[in-house]
């Protein structure tokens, strides 16, 4: 069954206006980059090279158009090599009145970033009608290449973990498997394997993640520290923990300040998120006791020992795969403008999530067993008034209820669009 993102059409469509930005896709890894690219690209009325330059081999599926370019560049991929792709695909512009380059992995070259500012404002002199597509699995080394060099020059499609919906249209996975197995795609046909599937989740994502995508691109003095880390937020997600018990629970951990920055990063990589508790001010907002959320539920499955019924029995454990699952798709849909938060007062009422987008807030309550107002939403009710309050329960039938089917479907700034 071929099945498209949304950011499929997205790129055509792109791909169909005049030359006007390079087009920037990442993502975290196993998120379907590639895959979007392909799509679009075999779709478009123009001709086209892909060029992988992390595996020479997958040159060949590139020249999807009008007319196939089957011109492979062997030999080491660096600079040299990016602008003889480059030129070659300036020629193929101009013979056939437009095409697209689209360069994947494209910061495993040194100085990526530079050599294409010097080759994309050269094309712009000349007016060539060249789209370029750059994608990676690195995003912090995309997004520093992007604001120290191509500042004002890309447009950005972000690729974030799959959703509910998609996992649903295109594998056909239950509610329950979504909120257990995760948004991985890659993953979806290791289900009926399940310690096929761990092995998998574990190496190709977490481990991959951390070594390539952090530790191989950012001075980490600590590498264990990280990777225990992030282990240690898996097992504490969908909880609140403050950063002085995150210090004592991990081993020569070190200082605060370099545990948020460890927290940071594995955020940009998409593993870990940690969001601070909601104030009115946003000068009052603390980041001290921040609630844990990775942001893929099989990453927090994958690193427990808990089989997928043991899981759906342990009603304490499943209810904090559904708060996570809750809170990432939050995060995974949230556009630039919304931000995520937590809440809890003094005397421990709690709020499981807060969004705020400009003076507007929305407070969201998860429930996985007997829907019914807590004494934490009543408190944040009376003290903010939020424009909007969801309470999302297992019955839907519950007056002022989403079922956690619809909330999972519907991206975050839906709820900044309706009414209660």
Known sequence: MKYERRQVETLRRELAKPVRRIH????????????????????????????????????????FGTRRSDTV??????????????????REAARGGGAVLALDEIQKIDNWSETVKGLWDADRREVCPLHVVILGSAPMLMQSGLTESLAGRFQHIPVAHWS???????????????????????????????????????????????????????RIEKPALLKQLFELGAAYSGQILAIEKILGLLAGAGNATTLVDYLHLLSRVGLLAAIPRYSRSPARQRTDRPKLLVLNTGLMTALSDYSFEEAQADRTFWGRIVETAAGAHLLNTADERTKVHYWRSKDGDEVDFVMTRGPRTVAIEVKTGQVRATHGMKIFRERFRPDRVVVVGPDERERNTVSLAEYLSRPASDWFEDGE
């Not at 590639?34 to 590139?62: C, F, H, K, M, W």
């Open 24 to 63: 920037t896709i990442f993502g975290p890894r196993q998120s379907g980059k590639t895959t979007v690219v392909l799509q679009a690209l075999r779709e478009i009325d123009t001709v086209s090279l892909y060029r992988a330059v992390e595996d020479p081999n997958l040159d060949r599926l590139g020249g």
């Open 73 to 90: 560049h062997p030999g080491r991929r660096d600079q040299a090599w990016l602008i003889r792709v480059w030129e070659n695909a300036r």
């Open 164 to 218: 509910f919906q998609e996992m649903v249209d295109a594998f056909g996975l239950s509610l329950p498997e979504y909120a257990f197995y995760g948004g991985y795609p890659g993953t979806s046909d290791l289900i009926a394997e399940p310690s096929e599937w761990r092995k998998h989740v574990r190496s190709a994502l977490i481990e991959t993640t951390i070594e390539r995508d952090v530790v191989g691109v950012a």
